[in-house]
């Protein structure tokens, strides 16, 4: 049975300063692992979505790297906004996706 | 972009009523949507999965017969939860994956909090 822990569970950081959450799974045959943004309240915005063939993912200032053999993926978020502040969930899985808690992010200005 | 939306956004009922929720995607064909549900600072449990023409498929604890599931077309999904308890009450929120694109990203819906009292 696949199961995503996130960790840490909670970040507090200035702005401008680059970051890591991470994502681990222990199920390595998954089809994909994706990032999600979640806001107070509202649904998951999908950030990037890595395929199991590849290692990583760009957009803007997002990477997300996936690392099968370890179970581990990681989101890195450089120069930090505070409009980034939200929780960020990782997902993976093969048929169904399974959740990890998320990472409540909170960027102070 | 792909855009999901669903309805309501937030309903507070009573005790024993049922309540439906709509998950649509506006833009695109989807066979396949998914209903979760997220208790606070918890992760989305996927309830079950809906699949347009035929019966959904529950995930197990989750009471077929409580949470009814529609997918009458390839753009609307609905999830009704009867006889509601204050249990019950939690954030529900709906995905959708274009059909035909293996491995192609969820998108979700805005969700709805649902109040029992």
């Known amino acids: 049975k696949q199961e995503v822990t996130q960790i840490p569970a909670a970040l507090s950081v200035p702005e401008g300063e680059n970051l890591v959450l991470n994502c681990s799974f222990t199920d390595s045959a998954i089809y994909n692992l994706q990032w999600f943004r979640q806001d107070p309240g509202k649904g998951l915005t999908s950030l990037l979505l890595?395929?199991?063939?590849?290692r990583e993912q760009t957009s803007g200032r997002l990477n997300a790297s996936l690392d099968k053999s370890s179970g581990r993926s990681t989101l890195y978020i450089a120069a930090s906004q505070p409009g980034d502040s939200a929780t960020y969930l990782c997902?993976?899985?093969?048929?169904?996706?399974?959740f990890g808690k998320g990472t409540k992010l909170t960027v102070n200005p | 972009g792909a855009v999901v939306s669903q309805h309501p956004s937030w309903v507070i009922c009573k005790s024993g009523t049922s309540v439906k929720i709509e998950c649509r995607s506006l833009d695109f064909q989807a066979t396949t949507m998914f209903w979760y549900r997220q208790f606070p600072k918890q992760s989305l449990m996927l309830m079950a999965t809906?699949?347009?023409?035929?019966?959904?498929?529950?995930e197990q604890g989750v009471e077929k017969d409580k949470f009814l599931i529609n997918h009458a077309s390839l753009t609307l999904s609905t999830l009704t939860v009867t006889s509601v308890h204050p249990e019950d009450s939690s954030f529900y929120i709906c995905?959708?994956?274009?059909?035909?694109?293996?491995?192609?990203?969820?998108?979700f819906g805005n969700g709805t909090r649902l109040t029992v009292t």
């Open positions: 890595i395929q199991s063939s590849q």
């Open positions: 809906s699949n347009e023409g035929s019966k959904a498929t529950y």
């Open positions: 995905s959708a994956t274009r059909q035909g694109r293996v491995n192609s990203p969820l998108h």
């Open positions: 997902a993976g899985g093969s048929e169904k996706l399974v």
